[in-house]
């Protein structure tokens, strides 16, 4: 058996091939497929089957054009709904890879078409060697059951379906029995992912919080309380997951763009997106766009501002960061770049038009501020948890991604602060603080990790 997991840092997700005797099967693929199709060539394979767990909210696959490019015929669980050709399977069929068996089950509860996939090898022992869980079960930690209220199901429904999935079927497995599911630490799709990528139904029955012997309705009141945001691009990718994302080659090559072309369609609504690191954003750059740093989780952070339908002008460093922030923002169904800033910041300097600047502040000289009763205002964006588990004093805890739909009225002479983990995040929401119109804005040099590294005080809650 030929086996290799495929991980994708920027939106946390794993996807998998599996080969023997000449064919292989991709389970959960990401958008852009070449990947698969080299290590399926250097192994001498052909892609027989392309399975996905669940129509997928937070990435666009590319389950359709690795279908198209090799002839593969596409899995989906039963309930749901592809509109392009494809095998719908149920409870207990199966598909054979080579001397491979794969059984699929269905788990609801993330999703209602949700299925996880038992892999057999006839050599190995009657035994599943390992189950592929999509967003049903993580490595400590289980899907979300509240992405899908909108299409009939409230939360609490699929947590019940979701308990009975975990209990009913996918505990039911030996311990030995390896888990692979298709996110790690940092995506949405859950709240406490383990940064670990390979487990066993045993090590997730004895330490996975979620899978502890507890009521049903204990388990439900558990999954449905102090969820975070929905991002505003999930049912837009789950849609075009179901109907079926064209083929990447497709998207035109966004053109270079001079900074009076870039004016004028910033003029006519188009969206400046500083992709470059946050020091340089802060150094120098337009006025009023939104800025991201490439690294990171790039992708999910840009689909959660960013309106499929926005015009987007990128500012970059190089042409390959431009390359590169097209890939990653078509992974989230953003497809309409349409240019980028020739020559960069400096162009746009020398070309005469406005840069702006953001001060920046180490974490040491905001804490002597604090201390001297300076009236700065400091807003934390990280997530509720993180803030709990400790942060500066006399902050108020806003999390990044509700922060757009706040309205801050400005004190003339109040500077706000903004501060995260590490400082990537806390760009972002100076970015967006600055398109709401404000001013006085203040990035904190690496963020808590700084704080709490420099041994200032530490509040934690609870």
């Given at each position: ?66 279908a ?24 207990g ?19 209602p ?18 189950v ?82 507890m ?49 004028e ?8 997106f500083?992709?470059?690191?946050a ?5 120098g ?64 300097k ?56 706040r ?30 119109g ?25």
């Amino acid at each position: 058996m030929h086996f290799k997991t495929f991980y994708l840092g920027c939106l946390a997700q794993a996807s998998y091939l599996i080969g023997s005797k000449g064919e292989a099967v991709v389970i959960d693929p990401q958008r852009d497929i070449e990947q698969y199709l080299t290590e399926a060539d250097a192994n001498g394979l052909r892609i027989k089957y392309v399975v996905e767990t669940h129509l997928h909210a937070d990435f666009v696959s590319g389950h359709r054009e690795l279908a198209e490019r090799t002839g593969a015929e596409i899995v989906f669980g039963r309930r749901a709904g592809a509109t392009f050709p494809h095998r719908a399977v149920a409870d207990g069929d199966e598909i054979k890879v080579g001397m491979l068996s794969l059984r699929f089950l269905e788990t609801p509860g993330h999703t209602p078409e949700s299925i996880s996939i038992l892999l057999f090898d006839p050599t190995a022992g009657s035994r599943p060697l390992k189950v592929f869980t999509g967003d049903t079960l993580f490595i400590g930690d289980v899907g979300r059951p509240d992405l899908v209220s909108a299409k009939g199901h409230t939360a609490a429904e699929m947590a019940g379906m979701l308990h009975d999935s975990l209990h009913g079927k996918l505990l039911s497995l030996a311990d030995e029995v390896e888990v692979c599911p298709a996110h790690g630490a940092g995506s949405l799709c859950g709240r406490s992912i383990s940064r670990e990528l390979v487990s066993t139904i045993g090590a997730q029955r004895a330490n996975n919080y979620a899978l502890q012997p507890m009521p049903k309705d204990e388990f439900v009141r558990m999954m449905t309380s102090d969820l975070p945001e929905v991002p505003a691009y999930f049912p837009y990718d789950a849609e075009m997951n179901r109907t079926g994302a064209g083929m990447l080659a497709s998207l035109p090559e966004p053109p270079a763009l001079s900074p009076w072309e870039v004016a004028e369609k910033v003029k006519n609504g188009a969206l400046p997106f500083d992709i470059r690191a946050a020091n340089d954003y802060c150094a120098g750059h337009l006025r009023g766009g939104l800025a991201i740093n490439l690294n990171g989780q790039f992708a999910s952070w840009s689909g959660t501002f960013i309106s499929p339908d926005a015009e987007v002008i990128l500012v970059a460093d190089s042409k390959d960061q431009v390359v590169e922030a097209v890939i990653r923002l078509a992974r989230v169904g953003l497809e309409n770049v349409a240019g980028y800033l020739e020559g960069g910041i400096e162009a746009w300097k020398n070309a005469g038009f406005e840069v702006v600047e953001i001060p920046q502040i180490t974490v040491e000289e905001l804490s002597r501020q604090m201390r001297a009763g300076g009236h700065v205002r400091v807003l934390d964006v990280r997530r509720p948890g993180e803030y709990a588990a400790g942060h500066a004093p006399q902050v108020e805890n806003i999390p990044l991604d509700t922060l757009i739909r706040r309205r801050f009225t400005p004190v003339s002479d109040q500077p706000i602060a903004v501060m995260c983990q590490s400082g990537y995040r806390s760009a972002i929401g100076v970015s967006l603080l600055e398109r709401q119109g404000l001013s006085n804005l203040v990035n904190v040099i690496g963020g808590f990790q700084a704080w709490s590294g420099a041994g200032l005080q530490v509040v934690n809650e609870g």
